[in-house]
């Protein structure tokens, strides 16, 4: 086999399940964070519509920073 080859498919497997794990950590974190931010009680059987508002507005927040932040470090390369 082609060592050169195995190489640049082991660098884009590698890559691959960096992504992975940033995606993962990203979602543990915001997790986290919109919890303690939107959940203020002890949850019931489903979300109060104020705490679905604050989940999804804090979330849509957090990504749109992510990207922004991804955006800012890529030109800087």
């Not at 974190?29 to 931010?37: E, G, N």
Request: hydrophobic share 35%; net charge neutral.
């Amino acid at each position: 086999m082609d060592s050169s080859l195995n190489s640049a498919e082991l660098q884009h497997f590698i890559s691959q399940e960096k992504e992975k794990a940033m995606v993962n950590e990203m979602v543990a974190k915001l997790t986290t964070v919109c919890w303690d931010k939107c959940i203020t009680s002890t949850p019931g059987s489903k979300f109060s519509s104020s705490e679905s508002t604050c989940l999804s507005n804090c979330a849509q927040r957090y990504m749109d920073m992510s990207l922004i932040i991804m955006k800012r470090f890529q030109s800087m390369q």
